[in-house]
């Protein structure tokens, strides 16, 4: 038997014990989901400090936005793989931000189940009101080069969820850099 205390459970000799399990169902609270498609970062590689103040500045944002208004920040690097590995969005000799960031590796072309499932990790156990959403358009991604499982995925997102806000925030200016440009869309999405 299951007390109000989801992490504790009765034992058969009659006393209450900590499930193995831990804390079950537990309410985290508000988000707003964020996810970039990218399929490279060229600049990072030659500017590690740069890379660094942005990383640095991302893990602020995600902190006083939990502090001042109890909202996390869930962010979904969708990234499209050409051949290599996920190095290729950091400088040399750093490790993928994964306290912050949670990584999607896929190639093209996807099915729509690819993107539902990533915001479906990202959205675990929360109260979901917005999702942001844009792309790093370079030479070899687009939005076009992402279709028409793009398309698809926005409509099924407006069926499944029709209480949720979907902000599209277009392509990645052609002047920032992944991790500044998801700040970016995070402070203008922010109730």
Same mark, same amino acid.
């Given at each position: 038997?299951?007390?109000? @205390?989801?992490?504790?459970?009765?034992?058969?000799?009659?006393? @209450?014990?900590?499930?193995?399990?831990?804390?079950?169902?537990?309410?985290?609270?508000?988000?707003?989901?964020?996810?970039?498609?990218?399929? %490279?970062? %060229?600049?990072?590689?030659g500017d590690v400090e740069l890379y660094d103040a942005h990383i640095a500045a991302f893990r602020e944002?995600?902190?006083?936005?939990?502090?001042?208004?109890?909202?996390?920040?869930?962010?979904?690097?969708?990234?499209?793989?050409?051949?290599? &590995?996920?190095?290729?969005?950091?400088?040399? &000799?750093?490790?993928?931000?994964?306290?912050?960031?949670?990584?999607?590796?896929? *190639?093209?072309?996807?099915?729509?189940?690819?993107?539902?499932?990533? @915001?479906d990790v990202l959205s675990s156990d929360f109260t979901v009101n917005t999702l942001?959403?844009?792309?790093?358009?370079?030479?070899?991604? *687009?939005?076009?080069?992402?279709?028409?499982?793009?398309?698809?995925?926005?409509?099924?997102?407006?069926?499944?969820?029709?209480?949720?806000?979907?902000?599209?925030?277009?392509?990645?200016?052609?002047?920032?850099?992944?991790?500044?440009? @998801?700040?970016?869309?995070?402070?203008?999405?922010?109730?």
């Open positions: 038997m299951t007390t109000l @205390f989801d992490s504790f459970d009765e034992s058969s000799l009659g006393g @209450f014990a900590e499930s193995a399990l831990g804390v079950r169902n537990p309410l985290r609270g508000p988000a707003i989901v964020g996810m970039q498609w990218i399929n %490279k970062a %060229k600049p990072y590689h944002l995600v902190r006083s936005t939990l502090d001042t208004t109890g909202i996390r920040i869930r962010a979904g690097v969708m990234w499209v793989q050409q051949g290599g &590995d996920e190095t290729i969005l950091l400088p040399p &000799d750093r490790l993928f931000p994964s306290d912050v960031f949670t990584l999607f590796g896929f *190639t093209v072309p996807t099915t729509i189940q690819t993107y539902l499932l990533a @915001f942001a959403y844009e792309t790093a358009e370079t030479a070899t991604l *687009t939005r076009r080069s992402l279709q028409p499982t793009f398309n698809e995925w926005v409509a099924a997102m407006i069926t499944l969820h029709p209480d949720l806000e979907l902000r599209d925030f277009g392509d990645i200016q052609p002047d920032e850099e992944w991790v500044d440009s @998801f700040r970016r869309v995070f402070l203008a999405a922010l109730p």
